[in-house]
């Protein structure tokens, strides 16, 4: 298959932190309890967008979802330090390489169950999670407006977070070269070989692909729960949460 994008055209084995999509937003998530009310949320951000944003945010949401006045300095700390964390990144060297990675879904979104699993090229740095989500829902039939953005967040976060192991793995081979001169330090090859057949191609800004090995095994699960399934699952939750 032929490689796309500014990674696979370097002829060195880094580059620049980035998360391998076309706008590098930074996932945001929220857990938040406040003398007996707790919020949660889950959004991208513009790392490039001014600090004064966050507090502006931080008291919109706070004035719309009618909360304590608490939770303004709350979620504004939060945001804050992902974005610290993020920019810790940035300009930090990054393996690259051919590699297909994993991503997996497993979200509970309302009544709906959603499973599956499928192969990320993360060479493509014009990949789309929101359009690879409204195509998924559009193919599965899921008319839940709230299910789309719930699956590209999921991408996100884990494209992030591979993103981050890639800069980690790169500062330790520096590590290792200072103590052992001419060590090599060997790409981690995620691919399990070049032998990719293309079974599910959503398109080439979504970067996804099956292998027909895995096509019946990996095919995605959509399950609706009953109102008491759910009420057990979201008490599950709050226990779990204390």
Known sequence: MKSHGIWSASRHNTVKFRIPTADNLLPIRLDLEIHGHRFRDAFTWNPSDPDS?????????????????????????????QLTDFRSYEGQDMYTGEKIVPIKIDLRVNRMVIKDQFLWDLNNVESDPEEFARIFCKDLGIDDPEVGPEIAFAIREQL?????????????????????????????????GTG?????????????????????VYEPIIDILSNEEVGALEAREERSAR
């Open 196 to 216: 990719l057949d293309v079974m599910k191609l959503y398109s080439f800004r979504a970067s996804v692909i099956r292998k027909r090995k895995e096509w019946d």
């Open 53 to 81: 944003e966050v507090v502006v945010f931080a008291k919109r949401t706070v004035k719309d979802l009618k909360l304590p006045p608490a939770f303004i300095t709350q979620i504004a700390q939060s945001i804050q330090s």
């Open 160 to 192: 992030y977070e591979i993103a981050v192991q890639n800069v980690s793995s790169a500062r330790e081979s520096k590590i290792s070269k200072k103590g052992r001169r001419g060590f090599e330090h060997p790409l981690p090859n995620t691919a399990g």
